[in-house]
């Protein structure tokens, strides 16, 4: 990172782009890695050859497909995501094979994004999926989103066509209080808006695909946030207990007095522990371990703060909850709540509202039932005390995910607003 900003370049950007499906999401995804020379040199030899030989230009979803085979193979292309820069910062691409997946991997935390790119076909307009996708990212806290309105040569670069998706788009979103930083025409299958300007569209005077991504921010540093370590896991090396897990937020460095939550047992810090050596100071992302002076013996899933910034401790939250499971959950149910590293059982005590995830319309108030991909307003009881948060004060313990029999069955998180769908007039 240090290296990075020497040059110049911020810290890389994770993102994810999303849309319905066939609606050009694997055509951009090669075309940003494509332009900006971020893949292996036989696939880049074949597409210019692909490219000089034949009037059209290659079909960019092969990338993908290509880079999964890749994957498959265990070969060296990250399993998760894929990479590219410009000259402003490095970006990382989540990895959301599927619409299912896509549910699994964002809502589960897997993915870390900050930003994403919602593309829409100009030919078949917004679907289904395209609503959802929007939904689960406001759900998720990814304000900075830009729209990316594709296929303009398949409706001959309507000017009118554009502006009529852009403006149904921007009601859905503001109803999700999300405020697109940008809405571009673009053409991801020959390159146009992508990283330069093509096409027939003199009539559109923003910024690229590229631009935009560039004018992107990153989040708040986690640093200036209070320290939050939750424990994974106790050791004993040396005749010394070493707590281990990641700095979620904050920092801490020797000597510190520290609260144990939910135990609230207060001590201090003696040393901090990394690959047998020690450390004076570790900041939000390190992973180390942490021996206390005192001889005591937190659980996993408990949480190291700072005192004067300790969270409230919760048997009781308010929450928004996305259900993924094709059996139905039924109010009262029986479940386990899983939040940073700790887990514990709890039930949906109350379903105030049932929601239609893809239109955001009501479905029902006080239900005793959710479905497949309905999402719920809910009050759930927790069985033992656990720090939880408000997902915009500290994500990492605002965001959840439930389960029943060992299976994912929901993904939510605490105190976010759902707002409702108006239209674009």
Aim: hydrophobic share 35%; net charge negative.
């Amino acid at each position: 990172m240090e290296e990075l900003r020497s040059r110049g370049v911020e810290a890389t950007l994770p993102i994810v782009i999303v849309g319905h499906v066939d609606h050009g999401k694997s055509t951009l995804i090669g075309r940003l890695l494509y332009d900006t020379d971020s893949l292996p040199t036989d696939i880049m030899e074949e597409i210019e050859k692909s490219l000089k030989e034949s009037d059209n230009p290659s079909e960019f979803a092969y990338i993908t497909d290509h880079l999964e085979e890749e994957r498959m193979e265990k070969m060296t292309i990250d399993t998760a995501q894929s990479f590219f820069k410009t000259d402003k910062r490095h970006y990382a691409i989540i990895d959301t094979p599927g619409h299912r997946e896509f549910i699994k991997n964002m809502i589960t935390g897997t993915s870390q994004a900050e930003a994403a790119i919602l593309i829409v076909s100009a030919l078949e307009g917004i679907e289904e999926q395209t609503k959802r996708h929007a939904y689960i990212l406001g759900m998720l806290g990814i304000k900075q989103v830009i729209l990316a309105i594709n296929k303009m040569d398949l409706v001959n670069y309507s000017q009118n066509r554009f502006e009529e998706l852009k403006c149904k788009l921007l009601s859905f979103l503001h109803s999700l209080e999300i405020k697109p930083n940008h809405a571009i025409p673009i053409s991801a299958r020959l390159g146009y808006n992508i990283a330069k300007a093509g096409g027939n569209m003199g009539w559109y005077n923003g910024p690229t695909i590229f631009e935009a991504l560039d004018q992107l921010e990153t989040k708040e540093d986690p640093v200036l946030k209070p320290l939050r370590f939750p424990i994974q896991d106790t050791y004993i090396s040396d005749q010394k207990k070493i707590l281990v897990g990641r700095v979620l937020s904050g920092k801490v460095q020797m000597g510190d007095e520290v609260v144990i939550l939910p135990s609230k047992a207060k001590t201090r810090i003696e040393s901090i522990e990394v690959y047998q050596n020690t450390k004076d100071v570790a900041e939000a992302g390190d992973s180390i371990g942490i021996v206390l002076q005192d001889d005591l013996a937190p659980k996993r899933g408990e949480v190291i703060c700072h005192p004067q910034y300790s969270p409230e401790i919760k048997t009781r939250i308010n929450a928004n909850i996305f259900w993924m499971s094709y059996d139905p959950l039924q109010a009262k149910d029986q479940l386990t709540i899983r939040c940073a590293t700790a887990e514990e059982h709890c039930h949906i005590e109350r379903i105030e509202q049932r929601i239609d995830s893809s239109t955001l319309e009501i479905i029902e108030n006080h239900s005793n039932i959710l479905r497949e991909t309905d999402v719920g307003k809910v009050t759930i009881s927790i069985d033992r005390p656990m720090v939880l948060e408000d997902f915009n004060e500290i994500e990492g313990l605002g965001r959840f995910v439930l389960t029943r029999s060992g299976e994912i069955c929901a993904g939510g998180i605490i105190n976010s607003p759902i707002s409702l769908y108006s239209e674009c007039h």
